[in-house]
């Protein structure tokens, strides 16, 4: 099971927008609509920021948006803050195998300049 | 407080076992399918194991299929994850999560796995 492909970085100034784009298959991204979002701050554990390709937690900021399109997720971050500097992983579910599983993206670190 | 701490991590030598643990507190734990991710040093996220709610269906990464087996004692409101035959390449942060609508919605602050001579 391959991971899903994300960009390494991803920066910009306080108050643009930024969009994270996971990159799958039609085994899984194309196929699923069980894509998640998680945030994770050095020396932290990951955080729910969206599930269900979607759809926001409770508490997580309107300023976090998850979108699809054929085999690619996106993430994207509105009006970009400080504390959103972390990185970011996508997942989804697969069918590669004959049972299926998870799979994650690589990751991508978010710079805030 | 919705809760899950693990503990049972160390420093091991290749080719022993290890049993990590989960300790839910603060929801109903027999209603949740749980999971383990890991995360080696410097890396990103890995999923490992997941599990039914009543235990009757567990699946694993193919990679991992034969070493690792995750199981659960919805009476102790506890998962565990048995790691066999240990690898220098299973060294990561171990960490229990709970499946909420097929996403990881809570997770544990994560138990550090060290396998070295």
């Known amino acids: 099971q391959s991971a899903l492909t994300q960009p390494a970085s991803v920066s910009g100034s306080p108050g643009q927008s930024i969009t994270i784009s996971c990159t799958g298959t039609?085994?899984?991204?194309?196929?699923?609509?069980?894509v998640s979002w998680y945030q994770q701050h050095p020396g932290k554990a990951p955080k729910l920021m969206i599930f269900?390709?979607?759809n926001r937690p409770s508490g997580v900021p309107d300023r976090f948006s998850g979108s699809k399109s054929g085999n690619t997720a996106s993430l994207t971050i509105s009006g970009l803050q400080a504390e959103d500097e972390a990185y970011y992983y996508c997942r989804s579910y697969t069918r590669i195998s004959s049972l299926g599983g998870w799979i994650f993206g690589g990751g991508t670190k978010v710079t805030v300049l | 407080e919705v809760q899950l701490v693990e503990s049972g991590g160390g420093l091991v030598q290749p080719g022993e076992f290890l049993r990590l643990s989960c300790a839910a507190s603060?929801?109903?734990?027999?209603?949740?399918?749980m999971a383990w991710v890991r995360q080696a040093p410097g890396k990103g996220l890995e999923w490992v194991a997941n599990?039914?709610?009543?235990?009757?269906?567990?699946y694993y990464v193919d990679s991992l299929k034969g070493r690792f087996t995750i199981s659960r004692d919805n009476a102790k409101n506890s998962l565990y994850l048995q790691i066999n035959s240990l690898k220098a390449e299973d060294t990561a942060v171990y960490y229990c999560?709970?499946?909420?609508?097929?996403?990881?919605?809570?997770w544990g602050q994560g138990t550090t796995v060290t396998v070295s001579s």
């Open positions: 599990i039914k709610t009543d235990g009757t269906e567990k």
């Open positions: 039609s085994s899984d991204v194309g196929r699923y609509d069980y």
């Open positions: 603060g929801f109903t734990f027999n209603s949740h399918w």
């Open positions: 999560t709970r499946d909420y609508d097929r996403a990881l919605d809570v």
């Open positions: 269900g390709v979607t």
